[in-house]
């Protein structure tokens, strides 16, 4: 909305307000707008929240060092999501389809993840929205965003960048659909599994969104696509400023969700977050290095996979506990231990996966 506004006033008169035309500059205001949103807001959230006594329930068979964490004010990703919608609205290109599908994508996914969290918290319903009901939600969604890629944005192809390879791309054809939709699905669940430390998930929230800024950046920007030998898809350029805003508001989060926690998150947060790096990956042609830069939400998706698998199949667990952060919990590691941890590696694996860009 900034943007547009600031572009009919575009004069010799005001001559400053050029630099609206510059994603880089849109996404460090948007970095700043984001950040000041949830650093006002957050706290009021919070009182609003712990004056109703909306606290987050804690599960009895879990670890019992959670149990002091019984009745914290939980669903603070509402203030992060709105955040991130908000700075979008307001400094991206709202001409630009790719800004709408990722803001339309987010607000279904947040939407569920609220409903959710309101049958848990408000309801008192501990199981919330069934699994069924969830992933059906989740793919629907998720349909609707792909098929409107697909048929409607100018240049979207059905192809799959292969990292490390030049110009190796695999087109799926109608598959794509399927396999899309599984990679925004995939990528919401993994993010909403590894939501279970203080400040486990926004960490490495944070640097896969900077890095899938800086691939949204150098995709959408034609020479510098060409340079790299990657995918250029027309437009992409804009979402830097949503990757901005989140990596902001993931910092702003952070303020009140480093351990001891002041709130939690909720699968309002987690979902909507989750859902839109899937889509980022998407649109950025880089899919598969989102097996890498979300290494750590990927290791946690995957132990309670194997988790699941193993006691079914043979009646034994492989964790002591999944998700994997709750195994090393019961090991006798610190939570802050694991999620520092967690955190250093989120960075290290977001370098490598940015390093694909040169390793061709």
Not at 112 to 120: A, C, E, N, P, S
Not at 283 to 294: D, P, S
Not at 327 to 347: F, N, T
Request: glycine share 8%.
């Amino acid at each position: 909305m900034l943007y547009h506004i600031c572009y009919e006033l575009l004069s010799p008169e005001f001559h400053v307000l050029n630099v609206f035309r510059y994603q880089t500059f849109r996404a460090m205001l948007a970095f700043f707008l984001s950040l000041a949103f949830v650093l006002i807001l957050q706290p009021r959230f919070i009182r609003y929240v712990r004056d109703r006594k909306v606290g987050q329930p804690i599960r009895e068979d879990g670890p019992q060092s959670h149990l002091p964490k019984q009745g914290t004010p939980t669903m603070g990703g509402v203030v992060l999501v709105i955040a991130v919608i908000a700075s979008a609205l307001l400094l991206a290109e709202l001409t630009n389809l790719y800004v709408w599908v990722v803001v339309g994508l987010t607000m279904s996914y947040a939407a569920l993840g609220f409903w959710d969290d309101y049958r848990k918290v408000i309801l008192k319903n501990s199981k919330g929205v069934s699994a069924r009901t969830k992933l059906l939600w989740q793919f629907a969604c998720a349909f609707v965003a792909v098929v409107v890629l697909v048929a409607f944005a100018p240049g979207f192809t059905t192809t799959v960048a292969m990292p490390f390879f030049k110009n190796a791309e695999v087109d799926l054809g109608y598959w794509y659909v399927l396999f899309a939709m599984i990679v925004i699905v995939g990528a919401s669940n993994a993010v909403n599994l590894t939501d279970g430390l203080d400040g486990l998930v926004i960490g490495p929230t944070m640097t896969t969104a900077f890095a899938y800024g800086v691939f949204a950046y150098v995709t959408g920007h034609a020479q510098i696509a060409q340079y790299l030998q990657i995918p250029f898809v027309s437009g992409a350029g804009e979402l830097s400023i949503v990757c901005a805003a989140m990596i902001a508001g993931g910092l702003g989060f952070l303020w009140y969700n480093s351990f001891p926690a002041q709130v939690f998150m909720g699968d309002v947060g987690a979902l909507a977050i989750g859902g839109t790096i899937g889509m980022l990956a998407l649109i950025t042609k880089q899919e598969i290095v989102l097996l890498i830069c979300g290494g750590i939400f990927v290791v946690e998706a995957l132990s309670v996979i194997l988790q699941v698998a193993s006691f079914k199949l043979t009646g034994r667990r492989i964790f002591k506990m999944a998700p994997l952060h709750h195994h090393y919990e019961l090991l006798g590691l610190s939570e802050p231990k694991i999620i520092v941890r967690a955190w250093i590696i989120s960075i290290v694996l977001a370098v490598v996966s940015l390093a694909t860009l040169k390793l061709r």
